[in-house]
């Protein structure tokens, strides 16, 4: 067997694409927000010019998934593998899987196309720490994950993780609408005129009820994928760590997205639960998803602890 | 169902809340709004109902998520058993404390069992009448048409002839039979039902979840986990005296163990030396073992490999470590042989600088240890001491510093052959003593301190530390987590969904309700009143407008 040829100086070239999509996904939602800005406006003139704002804000963030793309891709061509093995590789290719579920799905459904502007937003940030505190030089595989299950189970992680996202950010839009102080505004507030335009923005996002019954859609289909992660987890880490269940720290947080997650979903049809607080647990499970993959990779000791950082 | 009988108003809002709710739940809370006086039967009734209500299960879901949490943050005895003696030395009074809410054993403590061993319970007493509701279900015919359809969600009223109507239950009926719907026929209408698939998945999710936790504990109590670090040409009988650490589940007896012999002949490693950003890093790992059962007289060879576990009858061998083990020879002051043999270092970094330690208790005239660093690859830091710069053994080096005095081997109490309690003992090198540590590359020898005798490393073997398993619940726990996936997926994705179809004095009625979310309604109740009176009423291209509820 013979040791893989690695390209650093391939991997550094190509991260500029990184570099030139975080550019375009910022600018698209600088876009996306004047877009929303404008088509809350009052004046019917402002109004018209608000429409082709939000198809250039399309636009730039499938520019922007291009060059993402040639990252990502040149990032496994210079490494000669799947581009996810450590907290680098797998924040470039994750968000980029959820910027290109973004992209169908708005074409599928009109309506989820506000929720770029938080995905933009979203992975701008996560591109912004991959490029510079996560990035590490093109590595072989360390033998404990040279494995067919690092192609399944890490991957239907990401597209799980991708769903999550969304779902997320569809429920941060449900509780905005929902919250009280947008609903019933204290006097002071109502006046202001950055809230006026806040709340004709809010109104400008899909109903209550259709934002909970997306979220609820994306969240089913993220679940599912958690669950298979979970189970292909299992079944690798029966083989390289001799049993298919440990407690270590990486388990451990997976089985709390798991259980918050399977909350939410009994929360959905409880009465007293639907609703705002089901919202909540969709943020809270989203937000374990984040800790697992930022402070357990970072901090937790555990066997599970890839992030390639020294 | 009830819902069908309800006001329009009422009925759109029980519509709304009862989206995404598990046909057929009964939900408890709905019904205590005046509490009349229970006897203690009444009371147990109460109790059990409040235990098997989805707010219960909803709860501990999220009490057991938060349970968990502390067991990720403090060590816990099960996976990380050094860091939990670490986490006492450093912290000495919160530490035992803490073990009495037993934060190093969270996920077998018995708060963290009471939550899921509910939550269990709660699962069985929900589904157990849910599956006789579901049963008797999947017996019946599909529900009766309502009286006013313009209650349901999805509706739809076509003006037709009498031609249309007549023949519109009889192709309703067709239409509905052929797409998989469970059909009855009336007079004036048609009542149809699919997706009772959904609830089957729903209750085969649920079901599935109890099998794996009952395979997860049978399995636990026949398993067992064994540790052996194994020398090139050394060999491990498969006893318990053989183990380094043996970890059996609580029905585990000594005769399951699979009677074998397996000689390590040989550890292979590669590390990169090509990438200039990978240099040292390990490209694989290979313990070539050879495993001897009784009656064989050649091995059967294996090549073990991390993820390649070697699949013996009764047991699988894991490759979970390795590093170096230097064979050292002491000769004491009266020239006998007081230590001969490979010696186990433990690797404390990516460059394998190991640690090892020598007991020599029968020196003479004195016992004395050696607390010992191996570098494979010797290179000297600018404050002079030694560091390993490569992982492989391109220049090895091994330094010694020599304590005498009692080592307390004598006492009969078992101590850590990795460690050396050098308190009470005399340095004799290295440190603050003034002399120099001894370093011996490979081939060397030196004289120990005071005369008390010579030391040499003669030659360089590796070890493999190996995990010897065995669980015979893993394949029940894979099958029903399978079947778990499986039923989670057919309770999310298929839609449960009423449709009826009427005929009136002048038209043809559509309706649908869906029984959990289901995208689909709005469009089915389109599609069907087209199909039945083809000409006039073309679906609306927008499907947006018709996934919007309300008016």
Redesign the interface.
């Given at each position: 067997?013979q040791?893989?040829?690695?390209n650093?100086s391939l991997s550094r070239v190509t991260e500029l694409g990184i570099y030139a999509a975080m550019l375009f996904y910022a600018a698209a939602f600088v876009m996306l927000s004047m877009h929303l800005a404008r088509a809350a406006s009052e004046k019917k003139a402002v109004r018209a010019t608000a429409s082709s704002l939000s198809k250039w804000g399309v636009n730039l963030i499938i520019i922007a998934a291009l060059f993402h793309g040639v990252g990502v891709i040149g990032r496994g061509i210079a490494v000669q593998r799947v581009p996810w093995a450590n907290m680098y590789e797998f924040t470039i290719t994750s968000t980029l899987v959820a910027v290109v579920i973004w992209i169908v799905a708005q074409f599928l459904?009109?309506?989820v196309r506000f929720v770029g502007i938080l995905i933009s937003g979203f992975v701008t940030l996560a591109l912004g720490l991959a490029t510079t505190i996560w990035y590490v030089?093109?590595?072989?595989l360390?033998?404990?994950l040279?494995?067919y299950w690092l192609l399944i189970h890490v991957s239907v992680a990401i597209l799980g993780t991708a769903f999550f996202n969304i779902a997320a950010a569809l429920s941060i839009a449900f509780l905005l609408r929902s919250a009280k102080w947008v609903q019933e505004p204290p006097k002071a507030l109502a006046k202001n005129s950055a809230f006026k335009l806040f709340k004709l923005i809010l109104d400008r996002f899909p109903?209550m009820?259709?934002l909970e019954?997306l979220s609820?859609?994306f969240n089913?289909i993220g679940?599912?994928l958690w669950?298979?992660t979970l189970?292909a987890g299992?079944?690798?880490a029966?083989?390289?760590?001799?049993?298919?269940?440990?407690?270590?720290?990486k388990e451990?947080?997976t089985?709390?997205i798991w259980?918050?997650y399977?909350?939410y979903?009994?929360?959905?049809?409880?009465?007293?639960?639907?609703g705002k607080r089901s919202a909540w647990?969709v943020v809270i499970g989203f937000a374990a998803i984040i800790f697992n993959f930022t402070i357990?990779n970072m901090f937790?000791?555990?066997l599970h602890v890839y992030s390639g950082l020294k | 169902m009830a819902t069908s009988q309800r006001s329009k108003t009422e009925g759109v809002k029980v519509t709304q809340e009862s989206i995404r709710r598990p046909a057929d739940h009964v939900s408890a809370a709905d019904e205590t709004p005046s509490e009349p006086k229970l006897n203690l039967f009444g009371w147990l009734r109460w109790i059990w109902r409040q235990v098997t209500s989805m707010r219960t299960a909803l709860i501990l879901l999220l009490m057991l998520a938060a349970a968990a949490i502390p067991g990720s943050i403090y060590p816990q005895r099960s996976a990380d058993p050094n860091g939990v003696t670490t986490y006492f030395q450093q912290n000495p009074t919160s530490a035992p404390i803490m073990d009495k809410f037993q934060l190093f054993d969270v996920y077998s403590s018995s708060w963290f069992s009471a939550i899921y061993i509910l939550l269990f319970i709660s699962l069985i007493g929900c589904v157990i009448p849910r599956i006789s509701v579901h049963s008797k279900a999947l017996m019946a015919p599909p529900a009766a048409t309502p009286t006013n359809l313009s209650r349901m969600p999805a509706f739809k009223s076509v003006k037709a002839g009498p031609k249309k109507r007549a023949a519109a239950l009889e192709s309703a009926r067709a239409i509905l039979k052929k797409k998989g719907y469970r059909v009855s026929i009336s007079d004036t209408s048609v009542a149809a039902e699919r997706g009772y698939w959904r609830e089957t998945g729903n209750l085969i999710f649920h079901v599935s979840l109890v099998g794996l936790l009952i395979a997860v504990g049978v399995g636990g109590a026949y398993s067992f986990s064994g540790q052996r670090i194994l020398v090139e040409g050394d060999t491990f009988v498969d006893n318990l005296a053989g183990y380094d650490s043996f970890n059996p589940g609580i029905a585990f007896t000594e005769s399951q163990l699979p009677p074998f012999a397996m000689t390590l002949n040989q550890f292979d490693v590669a590390y990169d030396r090509t990438n200039k950003t990978n240099v040292g890093t390990p490209l694989w790992f290979r313990a070539h073992v050879s495993v001897r059962t009784p009656g064989q007289t050649t091995g059967t060879k294996y090549d073990i490999r991390v993820n390649r576990p070697a699949e013996l009858t009764g047991a699988k061998v894991f490759l979970s470590g390795n590093g170096y083990a230097p064979v050292i020879t002491i000769h004491d002051a009266k020239g006998n042989v007081a230590f001969s043999g490979p010696v186990v270092y433990l690797p404390q970094d990516a460059n394998m600088t190991s640690l090892g330690v020598i007991k020599v208790p029968d020196a003479k005239p004195q016992q004395f240890g050696i607390l010992s660093f191996f570098y494979p690859t010797a290179g000297q830091l600018s404050t002079g001491a030694f560091t390993s710069v490569y992982p492989a053994n391109a220049n090895p080096l091994v330094t010694m510093n020599v304590y005498k005095g009692n080592l307390g081997l004598d006492s009969g109490i078992p101590s850590n052959v990795f460690s050396l309690q050098v308190h009470g003992l005399t340095q004799l090198t290295g440190g603050k003593t003034g002399v120099k540590s001894i370093q011996l590359g490979l081939g060397e020898s030196a004289k120990l301190p005071n005369g008390m005798g010579t030391v040499s490393f003669d030659s360089l073997r590796r070890y493999a530390s190996l995990d010897i398993d065995y669980n015979p619940g893993q394949v029940w726990v894979l099958v029903f987590a399978l079947l778990a996936l499986g039923g989670l997926i057919m309770s999310l994705i298929i839609p449960r969904r009423r449709v009826w179809v009427k005929v009136t004095g002048e038209a043809i009625e559509v309706a649908a309700l869906a029984r959990g979310d289901d995208p689909q309604l709005e469009r089915v109740v389109a599609d069907l009143s087209s199909k039945l009176k083809p000409k006039k009423s073309k679906p609306s291209g927008d499907d947006l407008a018709s996934n919007e509820k309300g008016d």
């Open positions: 067997m040791p893989v040829q690695l650093e459904r009109p309506e030089q093109v590595k072989s360390m033998p404990a040279q494995d109903t009820q259709r019954e609820y859609r089913i679940f599912i669950s298979f189970i299992s079944i690798w029966e083989h390289a760590w001799h049993r298919f269940w440990g407690w270590d720290t451990v947080w089985f709390i259980t918050i399977a909350g979903l009994h929360a959905n049809s409880t009465r007293g639960w639907n647990l357990v937790f000791k555990g | -």
